[in-house]
């Protein structure tokens, strides 16, 4: 091929690339008020890391982790013999660290692979890499008395280190790529990660134990309110960045206040008082229709003077009223508004103190029960509690976040209304 022809194919190149560049600028807003700048300045930025591989990949393997686990402690009720509700609760309970284990080796696979594919690397390479880095990772500790040591040894930590694992891989596996192309580059990158792992693991530098400690604190809050107001911001911060904040979550958070749920639940079977504020069906009165708070969002833009937003809300009020809310954070969309991300997050935090000093004074009833949050707000904190004052909390905490949502989307309205 001649030279001519090679930049003819550039310059044609280019000239295909500049409108698409220019169209991405067109549909930023235009205008110089606050809201139009400020997403001119930070929605390409937010863009940019929420189309990242990593993010994407994290986004989709996530839930399939957490799935793991639902899965793994639905199997005990076929595999522990029935005797009596404490014994299965006390099983739950000591089933939650082996479920996490398992899907701290779920999400290995399934990140690997995913990252694999958006990044067009080998998948089995990367794959067995991550898997050697995670099993290196661990405490020689961990393999002494067989599964229930590793299970233990993982605690928490298992899914973050999986994450952090399959992170490392892929960027041994680029560098080595860069530098000896595909093939020797995947093999280089990878026997290097894992000898770096090896030289940790004989300095006794564990991964895994490392970020078990860093962050061991949230979990140590137990039963307080800043454990209740710190969980609900981390999961709506999360979730703004494009990431399923309860899967994220889950693997430290949910053994802690599961176990207290069963602690409530066998002081209502004893007719002794309730001992715990803060457990797993406590978060239904702080996200009335999920993540942020959004049921109130939803019903605020019914009255829309924006057609889109209208329909919109019309599209989603029944996913909200049973708590199911990916619709409108990816749909509206809430992930990476900078309008609307600040009662996102504000909307939870403020229902937190509500719902802490309610409890703790004893105005309401304690959550008994777990209770599934797809049920439809107050009809799941009423099977929660057995309390019909706790639905008088649901409905102040509804006209609280609206209070906070409601100057916002006039708000954001606006800048719809002139981008139309």
């Not at 299965?88 to 701290?104: C, E, H, K, N, Q």
């Not at 661990?138 to 992170?167: D, N, Q």
């Amino acid at each position: 091929m001649s030279p001519s022809s090679v930049e003819s194919k550039r310059s044609s190149a280019g000239s295909e690339a500049r409108p698409a560049a220019a169209a991405v600028e067109l549909a930023l807003p235009t205008g110089n008020g606050f809201v139009a700048r400020l997403e001119r300045a930070v929605a390409p930025y937010a863009h940019r890391f929420a189309e990242g591989a990593a993010v994407q990949a994290l986004r989709e393997s996530l839930p399939i982790a957490f799935g793991v686990v639902v899965l793994y402690l639905i199997a005990l009720r076929w595999t522990v013999p029935f005797v009596d509700w404490p014994t299965y609760r006390a099983a739950v309970r000591d089933g939650i660290g082996p479920g996490f284990a398992l899907a701290s080796l779920v999400m290995t696979i399934v990140l690997s692979l995913r990252l694999a594919l958006r990044l067009h690397y080998a998948v089995a390479p990367m794959i067995l890499f991550a898997l050697a880095v995670f099993w290196i990772a661990m405490p020689r500790e961990a393999y002494a008395t067989g599964w229930s040591a590793f299970a233990e040894t993982l605690g928490a930590s298992g899914l973050f280190t999986a994450i952090l694992v399959c992170l490392a891989t892929a960027g041994a596996v680029g560098y080595g790529r860069r530098r000896f192309g595909p093939g020797r580059g995947d093999l280089a990158g990878g026997v290097a990660l894992c000898a770096f792992a090896g030289l940790l693991n004989l300095a006794h530098f564990s991964i895994a134990g490392s970020i078990a400690a860093a962050i061991a604190p949230l979990a140590t809050l137990g039963d307080s309110f800043v454990a209740l107001a710190l969980i609900a911001a981390i999961e709506a911060m999360l979730w703004l960045v494009g990431i399923h904040g309860p899967a994220m979550l889950a693997a430290l958070v949910f053994p802690v206040y599961l176990n207290l749920q069963l602690q409530n639940t066998a002081a209502q079977a004893h007719h002794d008082a309730i001992p715990h504020v803060v457990v797993v069906s406590t978060f239904l009165f702080v996200f009335p229709g999920g993540a942020g708070a959004t049921l109130p969002l939803v019903a605020l833009l019914l009255r829309s003077r924006v057609p889109r937003l209208r329909k919109f809300a019309y599209a989603t009020i029944l996913p909200s009223l049973i708590n199911v809310n990916e619709p409108v954070i990816f749909g509206l969309p809430l992930a990476y508004n900078p309008v609307l991300a600040v009662p996102f997050v504000l909307a939870p935090v403020v229902l937190s103190c509500t719902t802490y000093a309610a409890m703790a004074l004893n105005l309401v009833g304690r959550p008994l029960f777990y209770v599934p949050s797809t049920l439809p707000a107050f009809v799941n904190v009423f099977l929660a509690t057995l309390d019909w004052r706790d639905c008088v909390l649901v409905a102040v905490n509804l006209v609280l976040a609206a209070a906070i949502w409601l100057p916002f989307v006039r708000v954001y309205e606006r800048a719809e209304a002139a981008r139309a």
